[in-house]
């Protein structure tokens, strides 16, 4: 069993991040793999294959956790975390993530207290395949790659492995309808201002955020990736108030367009008895 454990966005904070990431995915879609935004986490922990019968333990591991947390003091309010997402980067020139903002501290705190492993690498439970990787300003599979690759973060994209050798592709026919907010949602979204990013849509040229990535262009994989981080570096979505963790199985293959099949097999609270 595939196991990791990860602070779930709620829908509004995805939607808002969907609205903001359209523009990209619609002009560049087909050189990166996007996973379904209805899984979208930010990940705490990661255990890799673990035995059957091993959720009980690692729940109570991560209560710990959570137990010797020093979660920010709110009155007589339970324990909680304001958190939203915010600028982006990129692991080895091939992963897209979004960062976190708000309570970083003790959100960092809790990930390390949740981490079996003090290096351990959290970004391999979409089934990107880049656990074996450094994150970006580190040596693949050293420490200091990561340290890097353990901050808090959100994955959105990663490129097609046939652009990680900077082959260009112009290619713009692809399903778009089974991207969230496309079909089921209608954008609801759409059109609307976003935070930080005027009518939502990420890194126009035109409001000084860089490229124009609404506008077609052929890029190679490297140059793209930079220049979709460049672009969402201004992002910043709305806040939201974490209350749990979620232990949560990853099947890889079993999920839409062969992705990731995740299922929250544990919730631990932050306030006990709650």
Known sequence: MRLFASIRPPEEVREHLVTALRPIRDDHGPLLRWPDPDQWHVTVAFYGERPDGSVDELAEHVAAAVATT???????GSPSLDLHLRGA???SGRTLWIGVGGDVGPLRQLMSGCAHDPFAIGDDEDGFGNGEDGGRGGRG?????????????LTVARLRAREQGGRRDGRRNHRRSAWAGD????GAHGGGGSHGVPGGRA???????????????????ASLLHDVVHALSVYSGPSWTATEIELVSS???EGRSGGALHETVATIPFAPGH
């Open 70 to 76: 020093g979660f920010p003091a709110r009155g007589m």
């Open 89 to 91: 980067g990129s692991f």
């Open 141 to 153: 599979g050293t420490p200091d790659g990561r340290r890097e690759r353990r901050r808090a973060h």
């Open 183 to 186: 079909r089921r949602r209608g």
């Open 203 to 221: 890194g126009l040229g035109a409001d000084g955020y860089g490229r124009d990535l609404s506008r077609p262009a052929r890029h190679d994989g």
């Open 251 to 253: 099947r890889l293959g």
